[in-house]
C-alpha cells in the first residue's frame, strides 16, 4: 500500500528545494489538495515533511525526559555524546522520574 502522505511531502519537498518563492508553492499546494478533497491530511503531510526535510539535512530529533529542567549546557553535552551537530530539541519534565 502506498503512503499518499510521503508521496505529497516529497511532491512539495521537491517542489520547494532551492526555490525563492516558498509562499506561493505553499499556497498552490494546499489548493491543489483541497481541489482534491485532500486537505485532511495536511497534518501528516506536515510530519512527513519534517522527516524528509531533516533528513536531507541531517538534523536528528533529540528529546529529553528528566526529573528536573536542564539547562543549554548539558543538552550540548548530550548532543556531544551521540554525536549530533545539528538537533531539533524537545524535552519533556516528568517529576516521576
Not at 497534518?43 to 533528513?55: G, P, Q
Amino acid at each position: 500500500m502506498k503512503n499518499t502522505d510521503k508521496i505529497y511531502a516529497l511532491a512539495l519537498y521537491g517542489a520547494l528545494e532551492g526555490k525563492d518563492d516558498i509562499k506561493t508553492i505553499i499556497n498552490n499546494f494546499l489548493n491543489f489538495l483541497k481541489e482534491k478533497s485532500q486537505l485532511h491530511r495536511i497534518d501528516k503531510i506536515i510530519s512527513e515533511f519534517e522527516n524528509i526535510y531533516n533528513k536531507k539535512n541531517g538534523i536528528a530529533k533529540l528529546k529529553i525526559k528528566s526529573a528536573f529542567p536542564i539547562d543549554s549546557q548539558l543538552v550540548d553535552k548530550i548532543a556531544a555524546t551521540f554525536k549530533l551537530k545539528k538537533y531539533e530539541l524537545e524535552t519533556e519534565i516528568d517529576k516521576n522520574l
